[in-house]
């Protein structure tokens, strides 16, 4: 079993910057990529970051202000935001692509979400 838990969400002010964590825990598995999703309420689900074979992606909404990174030996995906707006406010979901090893097969796998609040 897999599981992927995200940390460092919280409030902060206007133009601040917060780092988020996903650490990847379990056994018998690798990992092919990771990144990050948030989700609004009223709102759809949306990528914000990915790492996977080297490439890293950014929804538009981040470029510049965002960075993804990871730790692969401690199978962790960092998310280092700056310039922090009202409109980042959102759930942030750590997700993973998985190739679990007993049966060869790909699984996506979801963290269980930190609120990110950006207000004054």
């Known amino acids: 079993q897999v599981r992927l838990v995200e940390s460092g969400g919280g409030l902060v002010q206007p133009g601040g910057s917060l780092r988020l964590s996903c650490a990847a825990s379990?056994?018998?598995?690798?990992?092919?990529?990771m990144g990050w999703y948030r989700q609004a309420p009223g709102a759809e689900r949306e990528l914000v970051a990915t790492s996977s074979g080297g490439i890293l992606k950014y929804a538009d909404a981040v470029k510049g202000r965002f960075t993804i990174s990871r730790d692969h030996a401690k199978k962790m995906v960092y998310l280092q935001m700056n310039s922090l707006r009202p409109e980042d406010t959102a759930i942030y979901y750590c997700n993973a692509d998985i190739l679990v090893l007993t049966t060869m097969k790909r699984v996506r796998s979801w963290g269980q979400g930190t609120q990110v609040t950006v207000s004054s």
């Open positions: 379990g056994s018998a598995f690798s990992i092919n990529g």
